[in-house]
C-alpha cells in the first residue's frame, strides 16, 4: 500500500527500493571510480535509497491524517528532486568534458598533412572505386587496419565523397579508433553514456511526484493552521 494507488507508482516504489533497479535508473556509479560523476550518481542513489522509503512509511503512519502524509511525501519528494536534478546537471557537464577530452586525444593521433592532398585524393578515388566491387568493403576494411592516415581521411571527409553508406563508413572509423585512439575513443563512449544517463535523470525527476504523493492533497496541507 502506497500513498498513490497505481500499478505504475507501486512498480516505481518496490524498484527504488532495490539496487539493482535503481542501476537501471540512476546508473552504476563504479563504472566511473575516480571521476565527479562518481559522486553525482552516488548523490543521486544515496538520496533515493534514503528517501523513497520514508515514502513508503508514511503510507503506513498511524500519527498523520492523509492530507498530512501527502504533505509530509512532497517534502521528501522535493529532497529528492534538488539532489537528482543537481546531479543531472552534474553529469552534463562531465558528458561533455568526456567528450571533448576523447575528440581531443583522437584529433591527435588522426591528422592528415596536407602536404599530402593529391595522395588523400588518390585514396578517396580508390575508396570509391571500391566501393562498387563485391568485394569492395572488404578490400577498404584490409586498408584502414593498418594505416592512421587511411582512417583519418575517411573520418575527416564528408561521408558523401566515400562512396560508401553511413553505417559501414562508421564501423570502419569506429574499428580504426579502437586500434590508433582507443583512449580517446573510451573517452567519448563515457561522455555518450554520461549524457544518456543525465537523459534518464530528466525522466526520473518528472516520474518523482506523479508516483509518490498526490499534488492536490499536498496542497491542502499548506492550509493547516498552527496554534
Known amino acids: 500500500m502506497y500513498l498513490v494507488n497505481s500499478p505504475e507508482a507501486a ?6 527500493g532495490s539496487e539493482t533497479r535503481r542501476k537501471v535508473a540512476l546508473g ?6 575516480g571521476t565527479a560523476a562518481f559522486n553525482h550518481i552516488s548523490s543521486a542513489h544515496n538520496a533515493v535509497a534514503e528517501g523513497i ?12 491524517t492523509l492530507v498530512d502524509q501527502h ?3 512532497r517534502h521528501v519528494a522535493n529532497g529528492i528532486y534538488a539532489v537528482i536534478t543537481q546531479a543531472q546537471a552534474g553529469l552534463e557537464t562531465e558528458g561533455r568534458a568526456f567528450t571533448k577530452e576523447g575528440s581531443g586525444l583522437i584529433n591527435s593521433v588522426l591528422v592528415l598533412d596536407p602536404s599530402r592532398n593529391l595522395f588523400h585524393h588518390r585514396i578517396l578515388d580508390w575508396i570509391e572505386v571500391q566501393a562498387g566491387k563485391p568485394d569492395g568493403i572488404k578490400q577498404i576494411r584490409e586498408a584502414a587496419k593498418d594505416n592512421s592516415e587511411f582512417v583519418a581521411l575517411l573520418s575527416l571527409s564528408p561521408g558523401y565523397i566515400s562512396a560508401l553508406s ?8 569506429e574499428d ?4 590508433f585512439a582507443p583512449e580517446g575513443l573510451a573517452k567519448i ?11 534518464k535523470y530528466a525522466k526520473f525527476a518528472k516520474m518523482l511526484p506523479v508516483y509518490t504523493y498526490n499534488r492536490e492533497l499536498a496542497d491542502q496541507g499548506n492550509r493547516r493552521v498552527e496554534i
Not at 28 to 33: L, N, S
Open 11 to 16: 512498480d516505481f516504489m518496490v524498484g527504488m
Open 28 to 33: 552504476d556509479k563504479a563504472k566511473f571510480q
Open 53 to 64: 522509503p520514508k515514502i513508503a512509511a508514511l503510507a503506513q503512519d498511524p500519527t498523520r
Open 71 to 73: 504533505h509530509a511525501a
Open 166 to 173: 553511413a553505417s559501414t563508413r562508421e564501423n570502419i572509423v
Open 176 to 179: 580504426g579508433l579502437q586500434r
Open 189 to 199: 563512449r563515457q561522455g555518450q553514456e554520461l549524457t544518456a544517463l543525465a537523459g
